[in-house]
C-alpha cells in the first residue's frame, strides 16, 4: 500500500492556506496535509515530528526576509525536508536561485494549480527535481536564449504590440498568428529580458533600452 505523504502548507495570505488545502484534500488517497501556517515559525514543530515531509512554501513571506535564506536555513536544519516554492515570479534567475537555495520544487501560480501540485509533490518524493510547466518553459528558454541578440523580427515586433497595451488574443489577430505561439514568443520575451512576470515584460524591456 502506497505510504500516504505528509503536506505542510507556509502561506501568509488565508486564501492560498485554504485553497491549498482544499485542493490537497482531493488526493487524500496519497496525500494528506500535516499543518497549515501563517508562518515558518509556527510550522517548525511540524518538521520535528516528522521524519519526512514535503513543504509548500508561499514566497511573499510575513517578514522582510528574503526567501534564499530561508531555504538555505531550512536545508540545514531539516535535511530531510522537501520544499517547493509556490510564487507569481516568473524569471530565471529567480528560480535558479531558489534551487541553488535547497528547493527541490517550483510552482508558478498561472500554471494548473491542481495538477501542479500533486505531479510536483510526486516528483520531488521520487528524488527528483519538478518545475511547473510555465516555470519550465521559461529555464529552457534561458539556456537557448543568453542574450538581446537572440531576439528575431517576430519577437521585436510582439514586444512592440504588448508594449501598446495589445493582449494576447489581439497581437494574434494583428499578426494572423495563434494564440499559442504568441504565449510561447511572450514567454521567450521573460526569459530574455528577465522580467520576473508578464507583468514587468514591458519595464524590463525600457530598462535595456527597447523603447528608447
Request: aromatic share 8%; hydrophobic share 45%; with cysteine.
Amino acid at each position: 500500500m502506497r505510504r500516504s505523504i505528509g503536506v505542510v502548507i507556509v502561506a501568509a495570505h488565508d486564501l492560498t492556506r485554504s485553497g491549498l488545502t482544499a485542493l490537497l484534500r482531493r488526493a487524500e488517497s496519497w496525500t494528506h496535509v500535516a499543518g497549515v501556517y501563517r508562518s515558518l515559525e509556527e510550522a517548525e514543530a511540524t518538521f520535528h515530528r516528522h521524519e519526512s515531509a514535503v513543504l509548500l512554501l508561499e514566497d511573499a513571506l510575513p517578514t522582510s526576509e528574503t526567501i534564499f535564506p530561508v531555504l538555505h536555513r531550512l536545508q540545514r536544519d531539516y535535511p530531510q525536508l522537501l520544499t517547493i516554492v509556490l510564487s507569481s515570479k516568473l524569471a530565471a534567475r529567480y528560480l535558479q536561485h531558489l534551487f541553488e537555495s535547497g528547493a527541490v520544487g517550483f510552482i508558478y501560480r498561472e500554471d494548473r494549480l491542481e495538477e501542479a501540485l500533486l505531479l510536483g509533490i510526486g516528483t520531488v518524493v521520487m528524488g527528483s527535481l519538478y518545475t511547473s510547466p510555465q516555470a519550465s518553459g521559461i529555464l529552457v528558454w534561458s539556456r537557448l536564449n543568453r542574450g538581446d541578440a537572440e531576439l528575431n523580427a517576430i519577437d521585436l515586433e510582439v514586444l512592440r504590440l504588448i508594449s501598446q497595451g495589445l493582449s494576447i488574443k489581439q497581437v494574434a489577430a494583428t499578426m494572423d498568428y495563434h494564440q499559442r505561439s504568441v504565449y510561447r514568443i511572450r514567454q521567450k520575451l521573460c526569459a530574455v529580458l528577465d522580467a520576473p512576470t508578464h507583468e514587468h515584460l514591458i519595464d524590463a524591456a525600457r530598462q535595456k533600452g527597447f523603447f528608447e
